[in-house]
Structures are given as structure tokens and as C-alpha cells.
């Protein structure tokens, strides 16, 4: 899967998840009002069921923007 | 809308989201995202509401965004309170519900499982003297600890132990996970979470607030087995392991008093062969309660099961596998429930597994006669038409026993007050809090009636409830079960049974409040008959009669009359 696959792939489950249909592909967690911590709560179980993945604590202190769960994502996919 | 509207969800939602819907919410594992995206309609749609307090002690709201696509396959739409977080249960700022959630993480106590359950039947009586509404327990343990919630269960009415630890064991997943505590403000792992939510909207809460589904018509090709019979012939249609499951799972459910029908577009010789010669096949001929196999519309043939079960559309399920039939049946049979059989047999299992209204709570004794009742209706019918009314009681030995202030089978009375639609005079729907508040006061009574004969135990079928009023004696609750009806019964299993109840003596009233439902017409025209009427009484009428008319009744020779008396104090 490419980068460019992987992204598009998180922002579907970001904007679904987070009932913003036009979240931003580079949003900041902190410019989202929706981003609340029981929505990401969501979000964390929505990706590891998608992309059946497990996040650990450390990286689930790093969910701060869609580029920063990218690389997290990228990085998983990686190590796979 | 009315509660009785639920089950009419394919008028309401298109079956179009329900075939797309149905593969993505009874997956293995179904993805959090799409059960939100398939949630998103619930807005939009307008459906049967009920309340649900969710008392707790840990977090609830990952199981919240699940819910709304379940709700909506369920046809009811859940309007969740959450109270705070609460170690004591206290129940503090109570409102009234359809139903109660106990949500509970059982590792904050450091109770032993004797004193746990303790605590618990302490908690669940406070509740009781806040609410009727059933009561779930969504909680785990190790097995001693839930076998002794289950025994509570057992002592007190409409109290239900949701064990989360059978369900983790029966999807073969973890029950819970440590990070959980920490992120989510629950122990329970994420997969259990998603499934949890299933479990609650179809099984555990729908089994308590859905009307009950009470058979199955199934289709055969490419349903039960794999490949076409009239193409392949009986020997080389396909029974893959997964579709031998599904037989297996057919017939649990049959043996659980869930009645099955086959609706094949088959030649009849065919299918009768393949019963025959396939030693293989869990399923025989004889688990089906009717057979309709013809080339004719499948909807003409669901209306003939319907009827020969003497059951509504809404309490009928029909599973085939092509899509064009299930559309034929929504549009032909108003309220049928319908599922789409898959490809993979155990798709169809898993979602037959979860389907809302199937799964109950408890099946009565009732339930596991209704087949073995059914069968020998027709020599009833012969036995009617060929002898004078004396000799076909005699013939058949019928015997009525009146049980009063039967407490031991509440859960049966509930059962016939909120399930009985054709002979129901009140339309109440009394659950079995309710009806236990009935048994305990001193100015009312309940009877439990029951019939046999020697074709068969119909067991419970009839339940009445009267309370005094000065002399006058009201019929509070009166309902017939369907299985009853059609033997020229209705006087000797309901006016005698009147006259027994203890709180009627020395009436001289009997009243029939009556209230009009779209099925309950038998009922009113038993009682214009008792009037002497020419028109059946309506909604809001209360007819009057003197007590005479019940305490002088002498049933036809032939029938046996038997009164049991309980004491509902002795248990409590």
C-alpha cells in the first residue's frame, strides 16, 4: 500500500469516525473541535480494526494530527 | 409509533440497507468505522423508542457509536441515560425506563463470590422497588461467581445476567485487555467491545423489549445446502461443513420451541427424496412443522405457513438466499423478517445467531410443546368434525387445571400477557414484575390455565387476572394463547377460572374493561357472545355482567376440571 493509499484509507475512517466530511488531509488534532478524547478513543479502536494493528501507549500519546498517525501507520506497515 | 410497529421495519427502512447492511454488522469482527457509517441513518429514520438506564461503574461510551446500526437493523431505537460512575449502584437521580443496564466491572470489588452476589440481589431490590422495567446485568467472572448470578437470576423476576466472559468464549477472542483501563476507561478488550454492543442491541436488550419471533421459513438451494436439487440431483447437492452447521443451528432453535418451515421452489417428489436418501443432513423432514414446495410466489406460500402456525407476518423470519424472493416477501407480507442467506453458510449462521427477536432470554416449557401441538391439530380437527361435542371432549380426555397465584411461572404469564395478540382483551402487556404485584396484593388474584388432551400437552395457555372493587370484580388481564383456540374451549378455560379466583367471593359484578388492537378481535367477540351482543365491543367500553354468569358455568361433560391453589408469600 502506498503512502499516498494509506492516507487516503486513514482520512476515510478520520472523517467517518470523527463526523467531519471535509477534515483536512493535514489537520491538527488541536484545530479539530470534533477531536475530543472520547472520539479519539474511537478513532484508535477504528484504525486497529481497519488496519489490524495494536497501538501501544507511546504511540498513542503521539495521535496529535493525521500526519503524525500517518507516520505511526507507515511505520507499523512497515515493521509488518 | 407503537411498540407493535417495530417489527414492520422493512416498511420503514429499505430492505436495500438492510441486504447491504447485513454481511458488514454479523461479521466475525465487524470494523468499528463501517458500523458507524451504517449507523449514520438513524436520524433519518423513524422508529419505536425505548429507554434504557445505564447504571455503571465503568466507561460505556465505546459501546455508544456501535449502537445506532444495530438499532436500526432491530427496527427500536435505544435512548441511552448514563449515570454517573458508581461503585455502589445507588441508583440516585432515577427516571423511569423500558428497561435497566447494570454495566459493571466486577474487578473493583474485593468480594468473595458468595458476598458478591449478595450485594448484588441487595442492589437488584433496591432497583425493583424503583422500577418494573426488566433489569440486565452486563457483567463476568470467573464460572462460580456467574453461576451464583445466575441462581439469583432464577429467584428474581425479569433479572438477566449478560455474562461477557461466555460471550469472549464463544467468539474465541480475549475477554479483556490491560492498555483498556488506561485509554478507554474500560478493561474490556476493543474486539469485545464491538461484539458487546451487537450482543446488546440484538440479543440481550431485544430480548427483553422485542416481540418474540416464533418460526423460521427457510429456503433450501444454495440456503441449507450448497447447488440447485433440480439441476444436480438429491446425491451431489453440496452440504459444506458450514451449511451442516447452519442445519445444526436450525434445529437447536427448533428443539428451543422455534417452529420451521421449508419454502422450496422444488419438485415435492425431489425434496422428499433428499430427506430420504441424506443420511447427512442434520436436518430431517420431521423438524418441519410445514413444507411448502411448489413453483408459485414464495409470498403465497409464507402467507399458507403463517396461517397454518396460526402466527403474524411479524413473528415469522424467512431466510433464502435470493435477494428477488426476500423483495417478493416484503411486499406481499407485511412485517415479515427477512434475512438474506450468504455464500458462505456461516455468514447466515452468525447473523441467524444474532437476529434480533430470535434470541430470548429464557424459552418456556410452552415453547418446546408448540411443535409436537401443532402436529396434531389436524387429527383434533377430524376428531371435531366426525363426533357430537360430548363424545369429542370425552374422546379426546381434555383436562383443565386453574393454577392460582402461580409464582413459579411468572416468567410463562409474561410471557402470554405481552406475546398473546388474537385473545387479548386488555392488550396490557404486563411483565412479570407486574403480574407478580397482582399475585401478592389482597384484593386480586391471578390463574394460570392449562390444558391437555390425550394428542397432546398444550401447557400453559390461558392467564387471568381480576381485582375487587367493592362487588365488583375486574378482569384486569385476560388472554388466550392461539394454541387454545379453535376447540370450543374459550368458556371452560376462562369462566370457571374466574369464579376460582380467591378475591372474587362474594362479587356480583363482573366487569370487562376492553381495549381494541388490530388483532385482538376473537377476544371482543368471545365477550359480545358472553353479552349476547351483535357488535364487538370497542376500545374504552368496560362491559358489566352479573358474576352469576361466571360462578354458575358448568363446563361441557366430558372435560375434566382441576384448581391448584399456590401461595406467592411461601417463596418470596
Known amino acids: ?80 | 409509533m407503537a411498540d407493535g410497529e417495530a417489527s414492520s421495519l422493512s416498511q420503514t427502512l429499505s430492505l436495500s440497507w438492510r441486504l447491504q447492511a447485513q454481511p458488514i454488522l454479523f461479521d466475525t469482527l465487524p470494523q468499528r468505522a463501517q458500523l458507524i457509517q451504517y449507523g449514520e441513518l438513524i436520524e433519518a429514520i423513524p422508529l419505536p423508542r425505548k429507554r434504557i438506564n445505564i447504571w455503571r461503574n465503568h466507561a460505556f461510551e465505546p459501546i455508544l457509536s456501535l449502537l445506532p446500526a444495530y438499532s436500526l437493523y432491530a427496527g427500536i431505537r435505544y435512548d441511552l441515560w448514563l449515570s454517573p460512575y458508581d461503585d455502589t449502584f445507588s441508583f440516585t437521580d432515577y427516571t423511569s425506563a423500558d428497561l435497566e443496564c447494570l454495566w459493571l466491572d466486577p474487578t473493583r470489588y474485593a468480594l468473595d463470590p458468595s458476598s458478591f452476589t449478595a450485594w448484588i440481589a441487595d442492589r437488584i431490590a433496591d432497583l425493583r422497588r424503583r422500577s418494573s422495567a426488566p433489569i440486565v446485568l452486563a457483567t463476568w467472572g470467573e464460572p462460580e461467581r456467574i453461576d451464583s448470578l445466575h441462581r439469583l437470576a432464577g429467584q428474581c423476576p425479569a433479572f438477566y445476567v449478560a455474562d461477557l466472559a461466555a460471550l469472549a468464549r464463544e467468539v474465541h477472542l480475549p475477554l479483556l485487555d490491560a492498555r483498556n483501563t488506561a485509554v478507554a476507561g474500560t478493561p474490556l478488550s476493543r474486539s469485545l467491545i464491538t461484539l458487546t454492543a451487537r450482543a446488546l442491541a440484538c440479543r440481550w436488550w431485544a430480548g427483553a423489549l422485542l416481540p418474540p419471533i416464533k418460526a423460521i421459513a427457510v429456503d433450501l438451494d444454495h440456503t441449507l445446502h450448497d447447488g440447485i436439487l433440480a439441476e444436480v440431483g438429491v446425491e451431489r447437492v453440496r452440504l459444506t461443513s458450514a451449511h451442516e452447521h447452519l442445519q445444526r443451528l436450525l434445529m437447536e432453535l427448533q428443539e428451543q420451541g422455534i417452529l420451521l418451515a421449508l419454502v422450496s421452489r422444488n419438485e415435492a417428489f425431489d425434496v422428499e427424496q433428499l430427506f430420504e436418501k441424506r443420511s447427512d443432513y442434520p436436518l430431517r423432514r420431521t423438524h418441519f412443522s410445514a413444507l411448502e414446495v411448489s413453483w408459485g410466489p414464495k409470498s403465497a406460500a409464507l402467507a399458507r405457513i403463517a396461517a397454518h402456525l396460526k402466527i403474524g407476518f411479524d413473528a415469522l423470519l424467512f431466510i433464502d438466499d435470493n435477494a428477488g424472493e426476500l423483495y417478493e416477501a416484503a411486499t406481499h407480507c407485511p412485517g415479515i423478517h427477512l434475512l438474506q442467506a450468504q455464500e458462505d453458510a456461516s455468514a447466515t449462521s452468525r447473523a441467524l445467531a444474532n437476529y434480533p427477536g430470535l434470541w430470548r432470554w429464557q424459552r418456556s416449557r410452552e415453547d418446546s410443546l408448540r411443535a409436537r401441538d401443532l402436529a396434531v391439530q389436524h387429527q383434533r380437527l377430524l376428531l371435531q368434525e366426525q363426533t357430537d361435542p360430548t363424545a369429542y371432549f370425552r374422546e379426546l380426555e381434555v383436562v383443565i387445571v386453574i393454577a392460582l397465584n402461580p409464582i413459579s411461572i411468572l416468567e410463562r404469564l409474561a410471557s402470554l400477557s405481552t406475546r398473546t395478540n388474537q385473545f387479548n382483551l386488555t392488550l396490557r402487556r404486563l411483565n412479570a414484575v407486574e403480574i407478580e404485584s397482582y399475585m401478592r396484593a389482597e384484593e386480586a388474584d391471578v390463574a394460570a390455565v392449562s390444558l391437555s388432551d390425550r394428542l397432546s400437552d398444550s401447557g400453559t395457555v390461558g392467564l387471568i387476572i381480576g381485582k375487587r372493587s367493592e362487588t365488583t370484580f375486574i378482569i384486569e388481564e385476560l388472554c388466550l394463547s392461539c394454541r387454545a383456540l379453535g376447540r370450543n374451549l374459550e368458556d371452560a378455560l376462562i369462566l370457571p377460572a374466574i369464579a376460582a379466583l380467591p378475591s372474587s367471593r362474594g362479587c356480583e359484578w363482573l366487569q370487562f374493561p376492553v381495549a381494541e388492537g388490530p388483532r385482538n378481535g376473537p377476544a371482543r367477540s368471545w365477550l359480545a357472545r358472553l353479552t349476547g351482543a351483535t357488535e364487538l365491543p370497542t376500545a374504552n367500553h368496560s362491559i358489566r355482567l352479573p358474576f352469576a354468569i361466571a360462578a354458575h358455568y358448568r363446563p361441557p361433560e366430558g372435560i375434566q376440571l382441576r384448581l391448584e391453589s399456590h401461595n406467592p408469600g411461601a417463596s418470596s
Open chain 1, 1 to 80: 500500500m502506498t503512502e499516498e493509499i494509506l492516507r487516503q484509507n486513514l482520512l476515510e475512517i478520520m472523517r467517518t469516525v470523527l463526523k467531519v466530511p471535509d477534515l483536512s488531509p493535514h489537520a491538527e488534532r488541536q484545530a479539530v473541535a470534533q477531536w475530543d478524547s472520547l472520539r479519539n478513543i474511537e478513532l484508535i479502536f477504528a484504525l486497529e480494526d481497519a488496519f489490524g494493528i495494536e497501538f501501544t501507549a507511546e504511540e498513542l500519546e503521539t495521535f496529535t494530527s493525521v500526519d503524525a498517525i500517518l507516520r505511526i501507520l507507515t511505520k507499523k506497515k512497515n515493521a509488518a
